[in-house]
């Protein structure tokens, strides 16, 4: 590969996926040396995030560490290049995942037999499908995994409601494809007022509220990120389902997700139906968001994933 002029902490960094020029924030540690050795994470956000947010900081513990650890920002999301702003795309993200762990394996002080895959949210259904094929992952981890999205869209709104929905964003496909105009609408359905949830609401939309849409993650502290997303994307891939293949699982795998979490049934079940060697962690009182930047909550997460590392990694 290219020489790099690397430093301890964050770097930014580009690779080449499908064409297209991929941005990602390479942290190394205070004590980095080039001509070392280091065990890696390639690590993928949740849905709709820049690399500024959850990313940064898991970067920064697992760097403090020792750990060389990388996360992409996926095509048409904040430095990375792609037309359609803040689109998620499957396709794109699953190959910028493949060819991301090509690139981190370019580097020469990556140890290529001491790599680990670690999702969070949605990342989590992206790296368990990278995870059940490509065996350069030695290691998967899943952090409040978002495993099986048709479920989760049935369980959050009526079977009418889904298809309601589902039928708008179908002809906002339409729209786009005979006009080339993208339009755009809140991730969360504009269901929150200028005052914020309602009393009545679930947790996991109060929680969302305070991460997304205050001070703590929203685009005021991260101005690359946006909650407005283009019309016919759904706010995740239904097609997407984890649990399937999670008897054909083969890799060593960590799950952790928060006692009151809302997405905490489905690591559950990924976990109950993969294969072993296997962990599952259960942080007490930790909905799904306080996993993304929480300390009190996060560093028991990290803590556990640098034991698994070590033990299957070794």
Known sequence: MTELNLKPGKNTLFYQSNGAKIAGDLYLPEDFDASSSYPAIFFARPLSQ????????????FAALGYVFFAFEPYNYGDSEGPIRNYESTEHILLNISDGISFLRTMPFVNRDKLAGVGLCMGSM???YT????KRLKVVVTISGYLNNASFLYNMMSKEQALQLLNMQAEEKQKYYETGEVHRADIMGG???EEGPTEEMPKFFKDAYSYYFTKRAGKET???YSNMIPTFQPQADIRLNAIGFAPYFNTPYLGIRGSVAMTGPMTNEFYDKCTNPKELLVVENAGHFDLY???????????????????HLS
Request: aromatic share 14%; proline share 2%.
């Open 191 to 193: 269901i929150f007022s």
């Open 293 to 311: 930047d929480i300390d009190e909550y996060v560093d028991q997460a990290i803590n556990k994933i640098n034991d698994f590392l070590n033990t």
């Open 131 to 134: 995870g059940v094929s490509d």
């Open 222 to 224: 991260y101005p690359a």
């Open 50 to 61: 820049v690399k500024e947010q959850a990313s940064a900081v898991y970067g920064k513990k």
């Open 126 to 128: 992206y790296m368990t």
